[in-house]
């Protein structure tokens, strides 16, 4: 591999030195420019914005047959957008295509796929590039918990939160990247979890496909943006528990659960603004900081006894597969 202009050289320690320091200069000037403008657009209401037109995008949501997955092609149909649901529940499909029929939005089409299985994801992407068009717009949505401590959870239980949380992401991006990368146009979303951030309680499988859907949203857009895809947006989505049946039972102490309608409206706004990062509620992402900044007693006292994290998780009632959100 050949070393990138600007890399340290070793042979030349005077060209090397300049250029760290013209490098730091830009980056600092640089800098102040995206502070200013990152406080300008936090101030600024967003009737007054220029957000992204999505009308006649095909936009592709896994997990769409319910919970936010539904409520997301709702509001990307009213929008004229083209909408794909992938879910493995035909019956969930069938009703958000009908809900979208109802609301006048005919333009809408579902397609039963496991998405644990790679090959039936590739078969599943041809059939919509030949059917619908190419996909401009990847939600990857779909996602599974379980909600045991360690001990108890099965092998099979394990690999099927993999593959649906994480492994599954790594097959529709590479079943739909390739056109995006063509055009250098196109937007991936990645629905992960506060989770992802803080680990919790009876989600050793769940929070650790979390860690890595973040992980593997990160360096994908490094390697886009290394390369000069810098026209291909991708925002990743870190939400609370959400109030979809998902987290059913679970009581958290400090702060309610999402609406899911909240969420759906948060994640619209989040593509059409090219928001690279976007947890909700945004104060926790405050928060995470001090996991790496308090002492480690701290940090549990502060969750087992303030928080009350593990014991809300215990009264954990949920239900099997179900969007994620």
């Known amino acids: 591999m050949t070393a990138a202009p600007g890399l340290l050289h070793m042979d030349q320690p005077l060209r090397a030195v300049v250029q760290f320091l013209l490098d730091l200069l830009i980056f600092t000037l640089k800098s102040v420019f995206y502070i200013l403008e990152s406080l300008y657009l936090t101030i600024l209401p967003q009737r007054f914005r220029k957000l992204k037109n999505v009308a006649g995008q095909v936009v592709l949501i896994t997990g769409g047959g319910g919970g936010v997955g539904r409520l997301i092609a ?17 019956e969930a499909i069938k009703t958000t295509v009908d809900l979208l029929a109802k609301h006048g939005f ?18 599943r992407a041809a059939q919509v590039n030949a059917e619908v068009g190419p996909v401009d717009i990847l939600i990857n949505n779909a996602g599974i ?6 001990w ?3 092998d099979r239980v394990i690999k099927n939160t993999y593959n649906i949380n994480i492994i ?32 919790t309680y009876g989600c050793s499988d769940y929070a650790a496909t979390k860690y890595a859907c973040i992980g593997f949203h990160e360096s994908l857009l490094t390697d886009l943006k290394a390369h000069g895809y810098d026209q291909i ?16 039972g679970v009581q958290p102490r400090m702060m309610p659960m999402l609406e899911p309608q909240y969420v759906a409206d ?29 002492p480690a007693k701290m940090c549990w006292e502060l969750m087992s006894r303030v928080i009350r994290g593990p014991e809300s998780m ?9 969007a994620a959100g």
């Open 145 to 150: 918990v379980c909600c045991k401590p360690f």
């Open 74 to 90: 709702l509001n990307f149909a009213k929008l004229q957008a083209r909408i794909v649901i992938w879910d493995i529940n035909q």
């Open 314 to 322: 215990m009264m954990f009632q949920g239900r099997g597969r179900v």
């Open 106 to 123: 005919h333009n809408c089409k579902g397609y039963v796929v496991d998405i644990s299985d790679s090959e039936q994801i590739y078969q």
């Open 168 to 199: 599954s992401h790594y097959w529709t991006v590479k079943a739909f990247l390739p056109h995006m990368m063509r055009n250098n146009r196109g937007h991936i979303v990645t629905v992960g979890s506060v989770t992802g951030m803080l680990g």
């Open 152 to 154: 108890e959870l099965h």
């Open 233 to 248: 947006q991708m925002s990743l989505i870190c939400p609370y528990y959400i109030n979809t049946g998902m987290f059913s």
């Open 266 to 294: 948060r994640i619209e706004s989040a593509v059409r603004k090219n928001e690279v990062w976007c947890v909700l509620p945004n104060s926790i992402r405050m928060l995470t900081p001090l996991k790496c900044l308090l």
